[in-house]
């Protein structure tokens, strides 16, 4: 007699196999829900603030487009509390709050924007004992910033709108964290603004700061009155690349404006404005500028020191410029995980946030689209490893950087 056929698999699959990928698919489902649901928030806000801000409605040239909580750039104080704590409740009661800002086109946001965005905070002499939980100060809060003109910028078949690029932001910001060892660490936020120097964002955003934590405080009592957060609320750090550096440094940006003293020179007014900038509070904004290194392949490939930086080493304000003083002499060279100790006076660090990110370009994104597209096989390429993979869905959906026909 024959027997029956089994009904049973000879070689079931493992139950932790199922859940495993039970759980990631419920995990990929929710992030594109959550994906899903701050991309019609940012396109809900965005047009009417671009235009208030174009049109010159605002009060300020910056406008806050989209958060990951209400209460930012105040953080959580734990996984399952509302994010109540205000300025005067003893969070940030001896220290201002500490935010790090990339200012970028993001056009479209890559690997090298999300490793500088994640880069951590260094460490500064003047900190030391300054810590949460024992552990290196870190930023309390991350800042996307996208860069407007009055009037909209010619665009090139299939680029990205600003609309767009707030889009991909929104995007990006789902993989910048803070606060690593907190269970609810995502403090990150999205703004515009209309002010064409680094020096004049720190005095717009500065005053945008303080405005916004007044209206997320308490009406303060006297005892709060005078502490340190009324007075001094936060510290900018300006997270930037060697191109921006080197424009900062640029003695062509700040030329006196007409009807000011001509005897004052236009290296003077920079070095003016920027110790306005770079000097501890109360003096200055007490806004700092950390700027990565550029990938360096072969030692022929190491530049001449910039005459723009040396003006910052002259000041005090950085140490050496290059990475081959750097590495030849320890100083000024602070790898990714911050582990070296900047002297307190240092405002200007040089960071490295490793060879392969600091390659990928948003230029080299477009030219790789626009020649494949010209290919027709514009969804195929390299540049798909250079962003993030919701990014690259994204620039796929929309056709972006290809040749409209």
């Not at 880069?119 to 002499?125: D, G, N, V």
């Not at 680094?198 to 005078?226: H, I």
């Not at 509070?281 to 190491?302: N, W």
Request: proline share 8%.
């Amino acid at each position: 007699m024959s027997q029956p056929a089994s009904s049973a698999n000879p070689h079931p699959t493992p139950s932790h196999i199922h859940t495993r990928t039970s759980s990631t698919e419920f995990e990929s489902h929710t992030q594109r829900q959550r994906n899903q649901e701050m991309l019609s928030q940012i396109r809900s806000s965005a047009p009417s603030l671009l235009h208030k801000l174009q049109t010159g409605l605002s009060k300020l040239p910056v406008e806050l487009i989209w958060a990951a909580h209400s209460h930012w750039p105040l953080r959580y104080p734990n996984s399952t509390s509302s994010p109540t704590a205000s300025p005067s409740s003893g969070q940030y009661s001896q220290r201002p709050i500490r935010i790090s800002i990339l200012d970028s086109s993001f056009n479209p946001p890559t690997l090298a924007h999300l490793a500088l965005a994640n880069s951590p905070r260094p460490r500064y002499t003047s900190e030391q004992g300054d810590s949460d939980c024992g552990e290196p100060p870190d930023y309390d809060a991350k800042l996307l910033l996208l860069s407007v003109k009055n009037a909209d910028k010619s665009l090139k078949p299939g680029d990205a709108t600003y609309l767009q690029r707030l889009e991909m932001m929104g995007l990006l910001a789902q993989d910048v964290h803070t606060h690593p060892a907190s269970h609810h660490g995502h403090n990150v936020a999205i703004a515009i603004i209309d002010e064409p120097t680094f020096v004049g964002k720190s005095r717009v955003l500065q005053e945008y700061l303080r405005v916004r934590l007044a209206s997320l405080s308490p009406t303060p009592s006297p005892a709060d009155s005078d502490s340190e957060v009324q007075g001094h609320p936060t510290q900018l750090s300006f997270i930037v690349g060697l191109d921006t550096l080197e424009r900062l440094f640029s003695p062509r940006y700040y030329t006196p404006a007409p009807g000011e003293d001509e005897s004052v020179t236009a290296e003077q007014n920079m070095i003016s404005a920027l110790s306005r900038m770079l000097s501890p509070y109360p003096s200055g904004d007490d806004s700092l500028i950390v700027c990565a290194r550029r990938a360096v392949t072969l030692s022929s490939d190491v530049a001449p020191k910039s005459a723009c930086l040396e003006i910052g080493e002259r000041m005090g304000w950085m140490k050496s410029g290059t990475r081959q003083d750097s590495e030849e002499s320890g100083e000024g060279l602070h790898g990714s995980f911050g582990s070296a100790t900047i002297p307190k006076d240092e405002r200007i660090v040089m960071i490295d946030i490793g060879d392969r990110a600091s390659r990928f370009s948003s230029t080299a994104v477009r030219n790789a689209r626009f020649r494949a597209g010209d290919s027709g096989s514009h969804a195929e390429g390299p540049w798909k490893e250079w962003v993030t993979k919701s990014v690259a869905e994204y620039i796929e959906e929309g056709g972006l950087y290809v040749k409209q026909s």
